[in-house]
């Protein structure tokens, strides 16, 4: 049976499982090294090895781990600290909303026993990838559940050897690991740009955000961001300039 042949309520396959962690090898130097840069954050910032591991283990989520690590206080916790904190992190991870959404054509033909392990294990990457293998006409769950397990099995290592290296990784930023967040999330972008039917909305979220990150202090041009491009979608009643 192929990888894009879908088995019922027992899947998925063992094949779309490793059907996906082939697709997905090629985005695996991108996500050691920007894990590797995590480790290394987490450390300069006081975290310890088992604190680490628990952000990484078991909250996984880069973008939104890399944010509140940025933020971690060094001395004492605040409320206005706490409050920034969660909100970036929310803000960040709102994504997983739509993400999630989208999905549920495909994955509602699974159980529950076999949904939330995807769901629990869901990342930009395997959403990406997930999506794409969907509309190129498979169907096994297994890609989704395969690049997960994955990326996990990669993140976690990662991020504990970068802590542990981190003396010979302290300043990051001298390696331009600290691009490697944009460039392993714009690899993963270009997918969702060929699916677009409009690029106005992202177009007007970048200017925005980069206007907002010169005028303000901290990540609030995230959220302003997102939601000037929001807006102008929804405002433009879908009738965007679309793509030649």
Not at 45 to 71: C, D, I, N, P, R
Not at 143 to 161: D, E, H, K, Q, R
Request: glycine share 12%; with cysteine.
């Amino acid at each position: 049976m192929n990888a894009g042949a879908f088995t019922g309520p027992l899947g998925p396959t063992r094949e779309g499982m490793t059907h996906g962690v082939r697709m997905a090898l090629p985005l695996v130097p991108g996500t050691i090294v920007f894990a590797l840069a995590n480790g290394a954050l987490s450390a300069q910032t006081g975290l310890s090895f088992a604190e680490t591991f628990g952000m990484s283990g078991v909250l996984f989520a880069g973008a939104a781990q890399a944010m509140a690590t940025q933020l971690w206080p060094r001395d004492a916790w605040s409320l206005s600290l706490l409050l920034t904190m969660v909100g970036v992190v929310a803000a960040v991870n709102s994504r997983m909303f739509l993400m999630g959404a989208s999905l549920r054509p495909w994955l509602s033909q699974a159980p529950p026993s076999l949904i939330y392990p995807h769901l629990a294990l869901l990342t930009d990457m395997n959403w990406s990838l997930g999506v794409t293998y969907r509309a190129r006409g498979g169907n096994d769950i297994g890609v989704v559940l395969g690049v997960g397990m994955l990326s996990w099995l990669v993140w976690t290592p990662a991020c504990m050897a970068g802590w542990a290296l981190t003396g010979a990784i302290a300043d990051p930023r001298r390696y331009g690991l600290d691009l490697m967040m944009v460039v392993v999330f714009s690899a993963m972008s270009i997918n969702v740009f060929k699916r677009a039917r409009a690029l106005a909305p992202f177009a007007v979220a970048a200017v925005v955000s980069l206007a907002a990150a010169h005028l303000l202090q901290g990540f609030w041009f995230i959220v302003i961001g997102a939601l000037a491009g929001a807006a102008f979608a929804a405002f433009s009643g879908g009738n965007a300039r679309e793509r030649a």
